[in-house]
C-alpha cells in the first residue's frame, strides 16, 4: 500500500464566553455576534497542540480501519483503504491534511475524481461536522472553532508535490509516495533497514493480597527477553490508526529529504545475544545520506522520549507475578541507537548487513566512544580500568598528605575542593562506565582525579555524566602534568580504530567552564606538603585501603 496526503485551508473563529453562558448554549451558526477570526500565526502560536489532539479524536469517531473511506463513491472503494482527515502546522500556516492509504495508485483522472469528492465532504460531510464542534481553549472557557474551507478564492485542494509548490519550498529529488502511478515505488523495490536500541523495563510485582505495589524493580534485558510476546503484542496494540502505512514517520511533520526517503518506521522487539532490544525498521526509498541518518536519529530520540514512547511507557504489560512498563528511552549512557553493524561491533556478534551499514566519520571523541565495550567487556578494558582506579587512590591519598599540617580554617578554606575531589573519586570508582578512549584518555595524565575534580567543581551540582562527557568531548587539559615519556610507565591502550568502531550518536549541548581559580592554591599546597616532612608509609598504605573501602563522608 501506499500513502499520500491532500491538503487544504483552514480559517480559525474564536469565541469568548460570557459568564454564567452554559456549554453547548449557541451552535455554530449562532455565534456570528460572539466569534471573531484569528489569524494562522495566533493559532500556530498558541493553538496548534488543541487542533490537533481535536482532529485525533475526531478520528476516533470513525471507522477504526477505513476512516472516511466507507463513503467513497464505488468506482474508488476498490482504490483506497482509507482516509483520516488530520491538521498539520507548516511554519505559521495550519492546514488540513488529509492522509489516503492507497490499495493501488491513482490515474489522474481518478485523483481529479476523488479531489471532486473530497471537495463535498468539506462543504456538506465531514466538514459541516467538524465546524460546529467547540475546542476548549484557554482558562475562561473560550471556544475555537476549525472551519475547513471547500470553495472560495483561498480555497485550493493539493496533493503533496502541489502543496510543495504552492508553499514555494523545493521539492526533494526523491519524492514522497505519491498517489500518480508513474510516481509512485513499488513496495517490493523498498529497501529494509534497522536501527537497534536497548529496552528499560520496570517490573511491578503484584502483592500477595492483590494490592498494586508502591516501588518498581528494574528488569535487565537478559530476563526481559522471556516476555519478548507479550511486549511485541502490547507494541502492536500501540499503533493507532493515524500512523497509518507510516508508522512513526506519520508524525516527522517536516518538508525534507528524510521525510522523502524514509517511506515509514515500525517498532518491534528482538532478543539478540540473549538480550531484549528495540528494534525499529525502516522501509526506504533510497539509503540515507549520513547528516540525514543523523537527522532521523534525533528524530527517532525524539519520539522515543517524548512522543511514541512517552504514552507507550505508561501502559501496564501483564505477566505472570505483574505489570511491567517498557521505556525505549533512558537518560543514561546506556542509552544508544545504532544500526546493525554498530550493534555487532558492541555484542561481538555478527548481524545481517542493510543499507545503513556505513560509517559516520567527524563524530566527536565523546560521541564514538558510545559504542566501544564496556569495562566489562574485555580483559584489556578491565586492566585499564584498574591502572585508572589504582592512578586516582594514588592521587587521592597524596590530596589527603597534602593536607597534614594544616589548620582547620586552612582546610576549610579548601572545602569546595576537598569536597570535589571525594566525589570524583566516589563516582568514578564506583559509578561512571568507562569506555576504552575515556580510560585511555585519562591515563596520559599524572592525576587524573585532579582534573575530573576540577571539572565537577566548576560544574556545581550539575549532571555528573555530563561533566564526565564534557571532559572527554573536549580534550582540552593542557595545564595538567602528563605520565612520562618512559615506556614503562605507560599503560597498555586498546585502540579503538583497530576494533573499527563506528557510531551515530545523540549529540548534547556542551558547554565551557572557566577552570577554578584554587588549582594554584592546590598546587602551592601540594609543594608546600612535599617540603614538610612525610607521613609514614604505612600510615599513607592505611589511609587509602580505607578509602578504597568505604564511599567519602561529604
Known amino acids: 500500500m501506499q500513502t499520500e496526503t491532500l491538503h487544504s485551508p483552514l480559517d480559525f473563529y474564536l469565541h469568548n464566553r460570557r459568564d454564567g453562558e452554559p456549554n453547548g448554549e449557541y451552535g455554530m451558526y449562532d455565534l456570528h455576534d460572539e466569534r471573531y477570526k484569528i489569524s494562522q500565526y495566533e493559532v500556530t502560536d498558541q493553538y496548534a497542540d488543541a487542533v490537533e489532539l481535536a482532529m485525533r479524536r475526531n478520528s476516533d469517531t470513525l471507522d477504526k480501519v477505513h476512516g472516511l473511506a466507507e463513503y467513497l463513491p464505488e468506482e474508488l472503494q476498490s482504490k483506497i483503504h482509507s482516509i483520516f482527515p488530520t491538521a498539520r502546522n507548516y511554519g505559521s500556516d495550519m492546514v488540513c491534511a488529509t492522509e489516503i492509504t492507497l490499495i493501488k495508485p491513482l490515474t489522474p483522472k481518478e485523483m481529479a475524481d476523488l479531489k471532486d469528492w473530497w471537495a463535498g465532504q468539506l462543504a456538506d460531510g465531514w466538514g459541516k461536522d467538524i465546524e460546529q464542534r467547540g475546542i476548549s481553549v484557554g482558562y475562561q472557557g473560550d471556544e475555537l472553532y476549525m472551519i475547513p474551507l471547500s470553495s472560495g478564492e483561498d480555497f485550493y485542494l493539493d496533493t503533496e508535490r502541489e502543496f510543495y509548490q504552492r508553499m514555494d519550498i523545493d521539492y526533494p529529488d526523491t519524492v514522497p509516495p505519491s498517489m500518480v502511478a508513474e510516481t ?59 500512523d497509518g502505512e507510516r508508522g512513526l514517520m506519520a508524525y516527522y511533520g517536516e518538508i525534507d529529504s528524510v521525510n522523502s526517503k524514509v517511506r515509514s518506521i515500525f517498532l518491534d522487539v528482538d532478543v539478540i545475544d540473549d538480550k531484549l532490544w528495540a528494534v525499529a525498521t525502516l522501509k526506504l526509498v533510497e539509503p540515507l545520506s549520513e547528516a540525514e541518518l ?44 545504532a544500526n546493525h553493524e554498530q550493534l555487532s561491533q558492541r555484542l561481538g556478534i555478527t548481524l545481517p548487513a542493510d543499507v545503513l551499514s556505513q560509517p559516520i566519520p567527524n563524530l566527536s571523541p565523546a560521541q564514538k566512544a558510545l559504542y566501544e565495550p564496556d569495562a566489562s567487556d574485555s580483559e584489556a578494558v578491565v586492566t585499564l580500568r584498574e591502572q585508572l582506579i589504582d592512578r586516582i587512590d594514588d592521587n587521592l591519598c597524596e590530596y589527603i598528605t597534602s593536607l597534614q599540617g594544616m589548620s582547620g580554617k586552612e582546610i576549610a578554606n579548601r572545602s569546595s575542593k576537598v569536597a570535589s575531589m571525594a566525589v570524583a573519586h566516589h563516582y568514578m570508582t564506583e559509578i561512571h562506565n568507562f569506555h576504552t578512549s575515556e580510560l585511555n584518555y585519562l591515563l596520559q595524565f599524572k592525576n587524573p582525579l585532579e582534573l575530573v575534580s576540577d571539572e565537577f567543581e566548576a560544574d556545581g551540582i550539575g549532571d555528573r555524566s555530563f561533566a564526565m562527557w564534557r571532559i572527554f568531548d573536549r580534550q582540552e587539559h593542557d595545564e595538567y602534568e602528563l605520565m612520562s615519556d618512559d615506556p614503562e610507565t605507560q599503560p597498555t591502550t586498546v585502540s579503538t580504530q583497530e576494533k573499527g568502531t563506528k557510531a551515530i550518536s545523540a549529540s548534547a549541548g556542551l558547554g565551557s567552564a572557566d577552570k577554578p581559580s584554587v588549582i594554584d592554591e592546590i598546587r602551592q599546597s601540594q609543594k608546600e606538603a612535599r617540603e614538610r616532612p612525610a607521613m609514614p608509609k604505612d600510615n599513607v598504605l592505611h589511609e587509602k585501603a580505607a578509602r578504597k573501602k568505604a564511599e567519602p563522608d561529604l
Open 294 to 337: 543523523e537527522t532521523l536519529r534525533d528524530y527517532m530520540i525524539g519520539q522515543y522520549a517524548d512522543g511514541w514512547g512517552e504514552g507507550f511507557e505508561q501502559r501496564d504489560i501483564e505477566i505472570e507475578g505483574g505489570d511491567i512498563n517498557v521505556h525505549l528511552w533512558k537518560h543514561s549512557d546506556e542509552f544508544f541507537i
Open 184 to 242: 509512485t515505488v513499488p513496495p517490493q523495490q523498498l529497501m529494509e533497514a534497522k536501527l537497534y536500541s536497548p529496552v528499560f523495563v520496570d517490573f511491578w510485582e503484584h502483592d500477595e493480597d492483590g494490592s498494586y505495589p508502591t516501588q518498581s524493580d528494574e528488569m535487565s534485558q537478559e530476563t526481559a527477553k522471556w516476555f519478548n510476546i507479550e511486549i511485541s503484542a502490547a507494541i502492536l496494540k500501540e499503533r493507532k490508526s493515524e
